[in-house]
Each structure stands twice: as structure tokens, then as C-alpha cells.
């Protein structure tokens, strides 16, 4: 099935879009697609799928905290060797996304029975794309797989192979912001999704008291200040050459929105502290860079020394489980018994916690009210909210 007709036919058509996520985080991607008036939500693996025209697929680059790509399907097949695969290919009029000029860069994710390697999948897309220009234009584009004009995406999945053009460009976890990382950073989407599901306030207290490089307390105060998180980036579909025109000034318009949108300063105090001075100077680099130096309190502190402040905030924290950063079982144990008498202090507080060792869950002195399965690139871990009583 070629999709086209039905998506980009017109310009400013309803089509099928879609928004790839970290498993476990689909919850938060629906909640917030909804939020911005997105319809037909529908959920898979790393995946939402939803309904939209293309500046809603826009939209949703710029004001998604939580979706790693945004992606608008051209055509859909069965796809069950590299022949059918060319085929499919070959079924779309590349002459409407691409000219001899324009590079591209194909991604291949999943695998279908007789197509089980990625990077050859890519390959057969590519030659699909490239032949079919040759035959319309008589010359081909050249392919940028670092930094290409349109990235084009195939997924595998049930013998059926989709395939997409990727609105996002660089992945929507890359805000811009972070030009400092620590040790074990969390992704910026992941941090958001961690603050939605656990949903953690805007106008209340917020801490973090072990914040490496700052992204839990950043993406706090970007949504508390309602600042869109792609603001400050450029995105894949500013370089298509269908781009200019319609698209652009729709795009210019949503932009200027979201800049009136924003608040002056976040509603409640944000504060993020690390035993580590080196920690807490790229968590204020990363801060100034974000757009949010003015709102986030940082300093250098032992977590147990953290005090509580205000009434009925929220600690959300990514505590180290050992797999990425150094540390015994035994000491680990003693460390996480400690942050557990220093949440309990904070009466009335909510506490989110990303769990990566089953030890932190045995050794906090917390029953978690919920608790929801995420993955932290490949590791299995768990977000759990406790209430200190
Ligand atoms: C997994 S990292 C947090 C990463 C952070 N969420 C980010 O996105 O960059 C854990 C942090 O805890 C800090 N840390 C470890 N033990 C600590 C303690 N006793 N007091 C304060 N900070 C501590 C480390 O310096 C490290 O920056």
C-alpha cells in the first residue's frame, strides 16, 4: 500500500504520523500527544502512532519532551525478501522529497525472515531511492549518512516493511542544551518521560539530589516554564526541499507561538545538587545553555544533607545502580538505606526513583505506591514513586 496519496497528496493533508519512544514510555508519548490535540492515538512497542497533518507532525518536533523521532510514513508492503523490498521502494515518487542535489541517509530498524541485517536492509532502500531519481532526474543524490538532508527510515516488523521519512533529523533527545555530560547521563526524553508518568508538579517544589549533569532539574524547569523543548534545534524536515512555502510559514507561526508561550520564570523553586563540584558546573553550563540558569538552585552537597523545602514537592532522582557507575553490592546497600532516611524526611513529598538494582527497592524503608518498567537504553530498569509519610 502506498500511503502518499492519502498522506503528503495535498499539502496539508491528514496522514498516519508516528512517534518513536523508549520502551515503557509510550504512556507519557500518548499523554502528551493527546495534550496537543493529536487524534487516533494508538500505542505499540516504542511506538504511537497518531493522526495529523504534516505541521502537526511538526508540532510535534517541537513540543514533544518525551518522543525520540517523528516520523511520516510514505508507503507500507509485505516485505518478505530484499526483492520485494526494492520493489516497495520503488513504488514511491522520490522526485517529491529529493532532487540530484539533496542527500539522504537511510536507517533500518527490525528484521523480516529473509532480511535480518540492518545495514544491508539500508542498502537495498538506498538503491531503490537512488535508481528511481536516476531514472526521473538523470542523476542521483549522494548519500550523508552523518548529516543528511532527508533520512529515510524502514522498519521490519510481521513480514510488513514501513517506510518513513524522519521529520526530526538528530533525534528529538538531543535538546541542544547538553554541551557538558557526566558519568551515566540520562537521555533528555527519558528524564521527561520519568517527570510525566511520575507527574511531578510544575507549581510545587522540586529536587534533585543527585543530578550529574542536571537533566531531570532542566527538563523540569523547560516544562514548568512551558518552554518548548525544540526551541533552541533544528530539525530534518527545515532541509527538504518541499520545505519552502507553506510548510516554512506554518512553521515560523508555531514557533512564534511558542515563544509567547513561555513563562518569565518557573513557578516553584527548582533546586539539584551532586556530591560532585565537577557534576553541578556542567549541570550549570548545561542550565545556562538550556535557558533556565534563573530557575534551577545548584549546589555541591552529600545527598543526606539535602533538607526538605516548601510543602508537597517532588525529589525525582536517578540514584547509580552499579551496572554504569562503580560501586560493591554491600556499599551500594548502606548508600541507598541512607537516601531512604533522607526521603523521609521530606514529609508529604513525593519521590520518584529510577531503579536499575533490586537492591535500592529492598533497602529504602519505602513501600512504592507504583511502580512502572522503562528502559535505560538496554538496561531494564524500574521508575517507582514512594510518598514520604
Ligand atoms: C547516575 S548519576 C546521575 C545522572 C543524572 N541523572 C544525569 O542525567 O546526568 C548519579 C550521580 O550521583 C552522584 N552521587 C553519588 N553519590 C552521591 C552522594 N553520596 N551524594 C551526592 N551525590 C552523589 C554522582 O556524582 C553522580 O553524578
Not at 84 to 93: I, N
Not at 196 to 212: I, K
Not at 279 to 306: K, W
Amino acid at each position: 500500500m502506498n500511503l502518499r496519496g492519502g498522506g503528503f497528496g495535498g499539502s496539508m493533508a491528514a496522514m498516519k504520523l508516528v512517534a518513536t519512544c523508549a520502551r515503557g514510555t509510550e504512556g507519557a508519548v500518548r499523554g502528551e500527544l493527546a495534550a496537543l490535540g493529536m487524534r487516533h492515538l494508538r500505542g505499540a512497542r516504542g511506538a504511537v502512532t497518531f493522526e495529523g497533518r504534516v505541521d502537526d507532525g511538526m508540532r510535534a518536533c517541537l513540543w514533544s519532551r518525551t518522543a525520540m523521532r517523528i516520523l511520516a510514513p510514505l508507503a507500507a508492503f509485505p516485505c518478505p525478501d530484499a526483492a520485494a523490498l526494492y520493489a516497495g521502494v520503488r513504488t514511491v515518487d522520490w522526485t517529491e522529497w529529493l532532487t540530484v542535489k539533496t542527500t539522504l541517509a537511510v536507517d533500518a530498524t527490525g528484521t523480516a525472515p529473509g532480511l535480518t541485517h540492518t545495514g544491508f536492509v539500508a542498502l537495498k532502500v538506498k538503491d531503490g531511492v537512488v535508481d528511481s531519481l536516476r531514472d526521473a532526474l538523470g542523476g542521483r543524490p549522494d548519500v550523508d549518512v552523518k548529516d543528511p538532508d532527508v533520512r529515510i527510515v524502514l522498519h521490519l516488523a510481521r513480514g510488513q516493511a514501513e517506510l518513513s521519512l524522519d521529520l526530526s533529523g538528530t533525534p528529538l533527545y538531543r535538546r541542544g542544551y547538553r554541551t557538558s555530560v557526566q558519568e551515566a547521563p540520562l537521555k533528555e526524553t527519558l528524564a521527561a518521560s520519568m517527570l510525566a508518568l511520575g507527574e511531578a508538579a510544575h507549581d510545587r517544589p522540586f529536587l534533585d539530589l543527585l543530578c550529574g549533569s542536571g537533566t531531570l532539574a532542566i527538563e523540569q524547569a523547560l516544562a514548568a516554564r512551558r518552554m518548548a523543548p525544540g526551541l533552541r534545534r533544528a530539525f530534518g524536515f527545515q532541509r527538504w526541499p518541499r520545505y519552502r512555502g507553506e510548510w516554512q510559514s506554518a512553521w515560523d507561526r508555531m514557533k512564534e507561538e511558542a515563544r509567547v508561550a513561555v513563562l518569565p520564570r518557573a513557578p516553584a523553586p527548582i533546586r539539584a545538587s551532586d556530591r560532585s563540584a565537577e557534576a553541578v558546573d556542567a549541570a550549570q553550563r548545561n542550565a545556562r545553555a538550556a535557558g533556565v540558569e534563573a530557575d534551577l538552585e545548584l549546589t555541591v552537597a552529600e545527598a543526606r544533607a539535602a533538607e526538605p523545602f516548601g510543602e508537597g514537592g517532588t525529589i525525582c532522582t536517578n540514584p547509580p545502580y552499579g551496572e554504569r557507575i562503580g560501586g560493591q553490592p554491600l556499599q551500594l546497600a548502606g548508600f541507598y538505606r541512607g537516601l531512604g532516611e533522607t526521603f523521609r524526611r521530606f514529609h508529604g513529598w513525593s519521590v520518584l526513583v529510577l531503579s536499575g538494582n533490586p537492591l535500592l527497592e529492598r533497602n529504602l524503608g519505602m513501600r512504592p505506591e507504583w511502580s512502572h518498567r522503562l528502559w535505560n537504553g538496554p538496561l531494564e530498569v524500574n521508575l517507582i514513586r514512594c510518598r514520604a509519610p
